[in-house]
């Protein structure tokens, strides 16, 4: 399967296959300090972002933007998401300098089991970089 893409910075097109980019992409983020199984997930969703035509979040933003703060440290490609605080309908999540796509996910999985307990929940995330197209 293909798909066309355009990039944000430049007017010609050309087709190329998914998994090239795929890999591509993975290989950066591998190349940058990621684990193989994260530099899949976070590579996927800026694939994802570029299939939706949104190419200013997805591959010229990686490139431009995201590896960019990785390779100069604002970005920590082996941070841990922690809760700092916690009750029965609120948490507050640590990013500890990551990647916010990490973070914003265990949020949501936080606030809807603690919904599900407590009737309605408030999740915090605080420390997280570069948090984009929430809601993918």
């Known amino acids: ?30 190349g940058v ?15 994802e972002l570029e299939l939706r035509g ?3 979040q997805g591959f010229d933003h990686l490139l431009y933007y995201f590896i960019p703060l990785v390779v100069s440290g ?8 922690t ?3 916690e009750g029965p309908a609120f948490a507050l999540l640590d990013a500890g300098r990551g990647a916010g796509h990490f973070a914003v996910n265990r949020a949501v999985d936080l ?11 408030a999740v915090g995330v605080n420390n997280a970089i570069e948090v984009y197209m929430v809601g993918l």
């Not at 604002?74 to 998401?81: G, K, L, V, W, Y």
């Open 1 to 30: 399967m293909r798909q066309r893409a355009e990039s944000a910075g430049s007017p010609e097109t050309r087709e190329v296959p998914i998994e090239t980019v795929r890999e591509a992409i993975q290989r950066l983020l591998r």
């Open 33 to 47: 300090g990621y684990d193989a199984e994260t530099a899949a997930d976070l590579g996927d969703s800026f694939l």
């Open 54 to 56: 949104h190419a200013r």
């Open 74 to 81: 604002r970005i920590d490609p082996q941070a841990q998401t």
């Open 83 to 85: 809760v700092t605080r």
């Open 111 to 121: 606030a809807v089991a603690k919904a599900r307990q407590a009737g309605c929940c």
